[in-house]
Nanobody
Framework: QVQLVESGGGLVQPGGSLRLSCEGSGFTFSRYAMSWYRQAPGKERELVAAVSRASASTRYADSVKGRFTISRDNGKNMVLLQMNSLKPEDTAVYYC?????????????WGQGTQVTVSS
């Protein structure tokens, strides 16, 4: 059974940092591109960042470039999202996703999401 379990969300002040983690199980993690998406209230789910199977390629939304960093540890079946200089508009539920085709493709599997709230 495929599982993606996110953790690390919470409440942070503007300008602060958070690190999200996602642990995968039930599939060959190293053969899947991994990504983070987010969905704010009343908005569509959007790509935040993606990383290829061996970390050779990454992709970021323009709104997070220079502030967020995606990374993965295939030995631990984990993908991380380091979020710095957080803004109120980063408030959303963040979802981890996986697909075997690459960073430009939609996800086959999704986690349940973790809430990130940026507010003073």
């Amino acid at each position: 059974q495929v599982q993606l379990v996110e953790s690390g969300g919470g409440l942070v002040q503007p300008g602060g940092s958070l690190r999200l983690s996602c642990e995968g199980s039930g599939f060959t993690f190293s053969r899947y591109a991994m990504s983070w998406y987010r969905q704010a209230p009343g908005k569509e789910r959007e790509l935040v960042a993606a990383v290829s199977r061996a970390s050779a390629s990454t992709r970021y939304a323009d709104s997070v470039k220079g502030r967020f960093t995606i990374s993965r540890d295939n030995g631990k079946n984990m993908v991380l999202l380091q979020m710095n200089s957080l803004k109120p508009e980063d408030t959303a539920v963040y979802y981890c996703g996986a697909n075997p085709r690459g960073i430009w493709y939609t996800n086959d599997y999704w986690g349940q999401g973790t809430q990130v709230t940026v507010s003073s």
